[in-house]
């Protein structure tokens, strides 16, 4: 078997291990809380959202630093920094015995995570060209079946171990993923540690200047912040539609899990077709399918019609990131891939972190049904800026060569 694939299928499953041991943990955390002794639940309400948040902004903050270093030092590296690091430190919630102490784990967590855009980078600069859209599609597969998977066993577990266990399981996940990457998978492609660098904020600068790597930032941004920023207020929603038999709990979770599927079964297909047709298609008529589909969400009558808009809304959802991360890896400038995607990765986290935060807000004023088409809108502009941001970019770089020609030949 190739190198570069069999890479793939074991990050690829690797990936699976830690989101789905991540996600285990999330669903509980509210009663995780009450065990420690937090009862009043506007105090719970406002220590999960810290909790829950904290996490996102510190990886925002350090993201584009371990994308640096990965392109002085290697990616695999960092794939293993990730891995042990959050493992350490997830093994640590489990025995943490007040909010402050969980917090301030978690805030440490997202400094040193990083194992997904690690693997995405990995990935990326060490298969083909012309194979990046189909391996990401692949990895994006791995990564959505865990985080489905996951909050799954994760209420099972709870009910029968208890909260606390759960962390410490979380955290052998983590190890064993980290040591199957340790051991078989292979860096072909590895970074030049002899050639001259420059300074983080020199590089940083560069990067952010090099277009069209802004647009494809931006573009992360805004699928992140209009994907994620509903998702808060779907047990609502769901509950307001009247859940059959009552069953709100299952309904929500049901109404996530078929949008995780429909992604997990087109990101390959979509991947693949990018490689064939270009990933800038993909991704502009994905996020104007998703748009598409984002608009009949505020006309549903019932949880079936809405599970039935979801299905169809993770088929578009799928060419959405793997497409995005292709063409990253496209453009970025050679030996820079990995500092790339760590700015990738800051805006991808800030939308994670806004988009929950400001559409909970908004959801007071027009309610989740205009968020739904608010977000739909927040899709049709990213797709606009994609294809304009990218042509003009692309006329000033080919703008740029012919004046380089014409003074070379004065």
Known sequence: ???????LYILMVSQFLVMGAM?????????????MGVTDPDQTQLWSGLIFGINFLSAFAVAPVWGSLADKIGRKIMVLRSGFGMAVVI?????????????????VNGTVSGFIPASISLTATNTPKERAGYALGMLQSGAVAGSIMGPFFGGIMAEWIGFRAIFFITSFLIVLATFVVLFAVKEDVQPDKHAERAGFFKEGSFILHYRPLPVLFMVGF????????????????????????????????????????ANMLASPWLGRFGDRHGSEKVLFYAMLGAAIFF????????????????????????GLLPSL?????????????????????????????LGPIICGYLSGWIGIRGLFLT????????AWWLRHGLRAAQEEKAHGMVQHKVSSAQ
């Open 295 to 318: 608009i009949p969400h505020a006309m549903v009558t019932s949880v079936w019609q809405l599970l039935v808009l979801r299905f169809l809304l993770g088929l578009s959802v799928g």
């Open 91 to 107: 093994g640590l919630m489990g025995l943490a015995t007040s909010p402050l102490q969980l917090l301030i784990l978690r805030l």
């Open 375 to 382: 977000t739909a809108i927040l899709l049709v502009t990213g």
């Open 1 to 7: 078997m190739e190198t570069w694939r069999r890479n």
């Open 23 to 35: 996600s285990m943990i999330i669903p509980f955390l509210p009663l995780y809380l009450k065990e």
């Open 325 to 353: 991360n292709a063409l990253i890896r496209v453009h970025a400038p050679e030996g820079k891939e990995s500092t790339a995607y760590g700015y990738s990765t800051s805006a991808v986290f800030l939308g994670n972190m």
């Open 222 to 261: 805004l699928l992140q912040f209009a994907m994620l920023g509903p998702m808060p207020q779907m047990s609502l929603f769901v509950s307001e539609l009247g859940a059959p038999g009552g069953y709100v709990a299952f309904f929500a979770g049901l109404v996530t899990a078929v949008t995780g599927m």
